[in-house]
């Protein structure tokens, strides 16, 4: 599994500084220890829901207090290393779990509404436009418009946030496989709402980011262009 963002919860804070140091210099004396202690907890906390890790709050401050007070913890830092990526793995093996049983339940009761059509593969979509351009070929790229959320509303990706559609290319692995099952379904000038299992995204791993481990995805799509294929090269 992708655990290794949040293994150390404190790396995400220190790379995200580091591109800000003039920033950070510049008000580098006007946090208080309250403020610069509820921030820290703020980031590893994040870190620690996000990776559906569970820990006692004494013993974690008893750590925290054990290396910046004594400098001599009970454990090494490579045997804590270690708890901690263990805790990981079991805290996100129980998330993907919870996830997959409500992706479940999601995906059959929306089954069942109209409109929503099933495909043999597990993809669900339904017609909110229906277009009369052309169909994309497998090989083809396409652009689109689009907003990417999970069932439970969090938008986790949107062309329409940025102000420009994206172009995709469909063939070598270039989008998931139920973006490319969706796509291929569709006419130009087309916007469906693709239901996404997460056999057919990003599976048990989830991403970095938003997606977590057998998170749904659900994409409101607008079919704007297939676009040309690249040129090859001249030969010398």
């Given at each position: 599994m992708k655990t290794a963002?949040?293994?150390?919860?404190?790396?995400a804070l220190l790379v995200s500084c580091g591109?800000?140091?003039?920033?950070?210099?510049?008000?580098?004396?006007?946090?208080?220890?309250?403020?610069?202690?509820?921030?820290?907890?703020?980031?590893?906390?994040?870190n620690m829901k996000t990776a559906a890790v569970e820990v006692d709050y004494d013993s974690f401050l008893s750590g925290i207090k054990d290396v910046l007070e004594k400098g001599s913890p009970k454990v090494p830092v490579a045997e804590a290393q270690k708890t901690v990526q263990q805790a990981l793995v079991a805290g996100m093996a129980k998330k993907a779990q919870a996830n997959l049983a409500r992706e479940t339940k999601f995906l059959a009761d929306n089954a069942k509404k109209a409109g929503i059509v099933t495909t043999a593969s597990g993809l669900q979509y339904e017609v909110l436009k229906a277009g009369t351009g052309a169909k994309p070929l497998a090989t083809d790229s396409v652009k689109v418009d689009y907003v990417g959320t999970l069932i439970d509303g969090t938008t986790f990706d949107s062309s329409i946030e940025r102000k420009e559609p994206m172009v995709f290319p469909l063939g070598n692995g270039g989008v998931i496989p139920g973006w490319k099952e969706g796509i291929l379904l569709m006419n130009v000038g087309s916007k469906y709402r693709l239901y996404i299992p997460s056999k057919l995204a990003y599976g048990e791993n989830g991403t970095?980011?938003?997606i977590g481990p057998n998170d749904t995805l659900i994409f409101d799509v607008d079919l704007l262009s297939i676009e040309p294929a690249p040129k090859a090269p001249a030969k010398k």
């Open positions: 963002v949040a293994l150390v919860a404190l790396v591109g800000e140091n003039k920033s950070v210099a510049a008000t580098a004396n006007s946090a208080s220890k309250t403020d610069v202690g509820y921030a820290f907890g703020v980031i590893i906390g994040t970095s980011g938003k």
